[in-house]
């Protein structure tokens, strides 16, 4: 059981629960919404989070708010490592910017680039590891700034994200961080992203493009294989996510929690996790890391 919610944040909660039944009730008005999914945390079964390896999760807005992880978010991931669950956070960030936080985080790995690249501290240090050899990421460069810069060109209000610099095989442009891109011209970034040949998503805050099939999905095999020296089960790990470039893991993962932000997502994701949680951000992270150990503590 969870422990009930404060009564200060038990207003929050409500508006957070009818927004979420608001876009639920939209999409399944428009017959676009499997039924039993996007349930309450509350009604996933603790054996089936007692039985679990470890938790994969996305990082913006389901552990940080605003660009910095939340410290519920932080201290949860310590109770999880402290308990030796097993933490894989997969983002579409750059290497540059995840770096740091593969080294100060309690995470098994970070993948970075949705996929592309594999962080991981040993012995203190940091390794990096590529999907792509050298020579390939060189020739993909020279393509993906060719796109980067027809996007600017074609796209009235289209800005490169500002961790640009950390890209070393994507390409990302800001639609939520520091600006505004209107629904219509995200949509054109993706489609211009895909019209040169780039696999393209949407995060909460940016459009990515890359060059090659890896993704999030592939992404977590990969972790969970090579950082942790495991077979990549599905069934024991929970993904955690908040957006459309969360989606395919919540279409293949069979355990999946969205935190409860994800109401802003809900109309345009055609594949929603099977529960969700009550608070928002790093606190739905830290709710599910706390029911997750109540459960095996149980
Ligand atoms: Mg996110």
Not at 198 to 212: E, K, P
Request: charged residues 25%; glycine residues 6%; aromatic residues 6%.
């Amino acid at each position: 059981m969870l422990p009930a919610a404060e009564p200060a944040q038990s207003a929050a909660y409500d508006v957070v629960d009818r927004a979420v039944d608001r876009a639920v009730d939209r999409a399944v008005d428009r017959a676009e919404l499997p039924t039993g999914r996007l349930r309450p945390l509350a009604d996933l079964a603790p054996a089936r989070l007692a039985a679990l390896r470890g938790l994969l999760t996305d990082i913006d807005d389901t552990l940080t708010r605003d660009g910095a992880i939340e410290p519920a978010a932080l201290a949860a991931l310590h109770r999880l490592a402290d308990a030796g669950v097993p933490v894989v956070a997969i983002t579409g960030r750059p290497a540059g910017w995840s770096e740091p936080f593969a080294l100060a985080w309690p995470v098994a790995a970070i993948v970075a680039e949705n996929g592309a690249v594999l962080l991981r501290r040993e012995s203190g240090l940091l390794l990096r590891d590529f999907v792509a050899d050298a020579p390939r990421r060189a020739a993909d460069w020279q393509r993906l700034q060719a796109c980067a810069q027809a996007v600017l060109a074609e796209v009235p209000g289209a800005l490169l994200a500002r961790d640009s610099a950390g890209r070393l095989t994507d390409i990302a442009v800001d639609h939520s961080e520091f600006t505004r891109l209107a629904p219509d011209r995200i949509e054109q970034v993706a489609a211009l992203m895909r019209a040169h040949g780039l696999t393209a998503t949407v995060s909460s805050i940016h459009i990515n493009g890359w060059i090659g099939d890896h993704d999030k999905w592939s992404g977590a095999r990969w972790a969970v294989e090579q950082a942790l020296g495991l077979p990549f089960v599905a069934e024991e790990w929970l993904y955690l996510g908040d957006s459309t470039n969360d989606q395919r893991m919540f279409e293949r993962m069979p355990m999946s929690v969205g935190v409860a932000n994800i109401a802003r997502f809900v109309p345009q994701l055609r594949s929603l996790p099977g529960w969700v949680t009550r608070a928002e951000r790093g606190a739905g992270f830290a709710e599910l890391a706390t029911a997750l150990l109540a459960a095996r503590a149980a």
